[in-house]
């Protein structure tokens, strides 16, 4: 017994959208390198992407800084309570 082709086969999908034209210009493995050499992409939240307004080197600083605070020993009395 034969299997159907493509063609014959029941497709589920609206009519205008048609893969062939879809994936037409796709490039397998484009960002693949890049994910390899240990590139990190992050989604921020609207409001904080606006308050850097795409300014690479400031989301940097801003993080070098909050690691550098993480680090500052903190007095007995801020420390928070164990629960």
């Known amino acids: 017994m034969k299997k159907k082709s493509t063609d014959e086969m029941n497709d589920e999908l609206r009519p205008e959208y048609d893969l062939r034209q879809l994936l037409k210009g796709g490039v397998r493995g484009k ?3 890049r994910c390899q050499a240990g590139t990190n992409l992050v ?3 609207p409001d904080v992407a606006k308050a850097f307004a795409n300014d690479a080197g400031a989301i940097n600083e801003a993080l070098r800084l909050v690691i550098q605070m993480s680090k500052l020993p903190m007095s007995k009395k801020r420390r928070l309570a164990k629960v």
């Open 31 to 33: 960002y693949a390198t």
């Open 43 to 45: 989604l921020l939240a």
